[in-house]
């Protein structure tokens, strides 16, 4: 993979693979509507980093997810290294190494799996959390 050199850039939606295994549908609607009304330019960029030569989707699965719907190829993006990204270096590493096996590879991936935000929190927060207490004293 080429070196990024712009920390704000255009990435193919596709080259992108979710650090998330999970999409909490509260905060998609909020997003699909944007899309809905004209108001998608004014959504942040998504945040992204390399993990083991790939391109990571780090913050921002909802706002990626909708543009895949829309039909976008490309999503504006913020590329920060993982040093620079806060919260567990290594929980990032371990979903995204494990991603793979849960059949996640692209954002399109994640289609059927939009859950309603109580069962998000018990789902994707209790794993990592859960993951946190077990590998991270």
Known sequence: MSKIK???QWVDLLSLRPNNWFLNQAKLE????AWRNGRSHHLPPVLITTIDEELSL????SRAFAAYEQGQTHIQAEYQTLAEI???AALYRHIHRQSSVQGIHTIADLARRILPPDEHQRRWSGYCNDWLDENET
């Open 6 to 8: 712009q920390k704000i």
């Open 30 to 33: 909020k997003v699909q509507d």
């Open 58 to 61: 780090i913050d921002g699965h």
């Open 86 to 88: 806060g919260g567990s």
